[in-house]
């Protein structure tokens, strides 16, 4: 068959600091490719609708699978889906990814008929499981692991068997040059392990996975490293190096391979403090910007996040990253019931700090646990706005009071960066970039005014909605009701689906609240 796999289009911050390559979806499509179909991929981060539609057009697909990992991105997917089911009404139209998996039925009824199933769960295995139910046999579909469609559900889907056998379709991709993340222009996306074994109560990765953690061996991601031309590296890893051997491995043969490239990762900071040697090493190796995610400035933020990280360790490690040479980011999580004051204890903790921060808006989404507990009524029930840039909670100022002060804090702390980033060496940087035609960077800083904009911000809360999130279930209000069960979306098997070794399953279990799970 003729496969389309399809990215959607850019969210908010796209614009400015960082666009990646769709890793998911090249593994995904790569997966269905060795089941010997004929396969293309289009990136609508970086091409158009109309260029999608001309593609359709040229090479009609029988089969079209879109990725959905963000939420915002379903109305988009469900107005393509209908106008590509219009023009090609006997092919098959497929949804997957992280938040398709836990909206499986709203997208399916969204779709009015256009969208044949949502397969949820970890793709390579189960879409070359889809794709012979297509083709053999049609009645057979709502069979197959993590497919769900209007005729009924498939089992639980399962995981790929070894992440070292599956590779991602990198070639499919037509501009390679437009992915970066700030001065790594351009950047490739790798894998070094997937999964998550914390558990904190806003993030759906631990609960999409099963609390699983899978590792990819040393020498799959540096015979992968290897083939990419890029010279920046963003490791998509939810916590990079949480496991010292693993960090150790795969640098020493990145070291022997005689590899140069700069990297980003994201991480905690109790790994980093337990695992400072690796840091050190990696930073030798070309390690160039760090993110860590702090979320909050007190106690009383920390635990309600359940990130059970003493606040003097968070600051420790800061210290730990600063005394790396290493550019460090750290994001802060922004109640909507923070008013002027708030904002500005956090603006002047944020100008004391030399790190770049970046603040996001405290947003449930479905797959997470504060999606079942919190108690406050959801203000918009947009897809759109479920970007954590946008408030979706009552916020206790005014809204345009709310977003001007959100937004005057980013502003404050960007000319923060802005003043750091023009440092001579940066600026450097920035010059090489230019001169090698990378532009990407560059155009996202002139984006910045016309993106951060409060009038633009209140105006996405006015436009029409015509696709709602469905509401979180009633009966299960409160975290007594709400169990982890209720939200995995791969099964949790326990301590087996964790390769990880006893003392760091110690570590993980020391540093989160609710060890029973
Ligand atoms: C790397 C990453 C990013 C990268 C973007 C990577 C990209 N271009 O896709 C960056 C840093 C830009 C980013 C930004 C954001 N992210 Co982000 N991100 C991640 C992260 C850590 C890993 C994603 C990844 O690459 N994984 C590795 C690849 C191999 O897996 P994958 O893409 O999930 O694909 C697999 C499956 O999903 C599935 N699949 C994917 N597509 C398809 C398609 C079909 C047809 C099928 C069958 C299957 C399938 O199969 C794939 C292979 O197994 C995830 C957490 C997570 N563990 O998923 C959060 C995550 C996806 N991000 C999240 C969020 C909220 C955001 C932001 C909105 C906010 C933010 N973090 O500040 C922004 C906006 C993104 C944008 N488009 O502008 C949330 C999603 C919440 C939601 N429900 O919408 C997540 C789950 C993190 C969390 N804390 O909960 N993110
Ligand atoms: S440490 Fe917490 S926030 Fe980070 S990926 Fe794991 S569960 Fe999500």
Redesign the pocket.
Known sequence: MKLL?V??G?????NV????????????AE?ARRAKHSVQLIDL?VESHADYHRLIAEWPPDFV?????????VPEIVDLAKATKLALPRSFI?????????TAKAILEHGEGAIDCV??????P??VK?LEAVVSDRNSIAKVP?AVTAHGEGPRPGF?ERLDD?R?ARDLLRNRRK?F?GLLDPCA?V?FS???PWD?S????WT??GRSYRLLSAENVVDDLASISEPGA?I???VAFIQERHGFAIGEAIARKGIRKKFYL?TRGDVLLRNKEVFQFWKKLGLAQI?LGIEAIDEDGLRKFRKRIPLGRNFEALEFARSLGISVAI?IIADPDWDEERFRVVRDWCMDVPEVV?I?IN?P????EIWLTEQRRLETRDYRL????HAVLPTKLPLAAFYGELLHTQRVLYGKHMNWWTAPKLAGELTRNLVRGQTNFMRGIMNYNKVYNAENMLADHARPTYYELPLPPRSQTNAATATAADLYIHANRGRRGRGMDDSTERFVDATRIEASR
């Not at 850019?10 to 796209?14: C, I």
């Not at 699978?65 to 991105?73: D, I, K, M, T, V």
């Not at 989404?365 to 997470?368: A, D, Q």
């Open positions: 796999f990215h959607p850019p969210l908010l911050y796209t600091f960082l666009r990646l390559e769709p890793l998911g979806l090249e593994l995904v997966a981060q699978a879109f990725s959905c990992n963000y939420l915002a991105n497929c949804v997957g990814g992280h938040s398709a998996s836990f397969l949820k769960g970890e793709g390579e189960s879409i889809l993590g790929v599956v991602p992915y993340m996306s894998e997937r999964g998550c904190c806003f993030c759906s990765a999409f996975y963003f998509v890893d939810d994201e993110f994001n970046n996001s947003t989404y479905p797959g997470t479920f970007d954590i840039q």
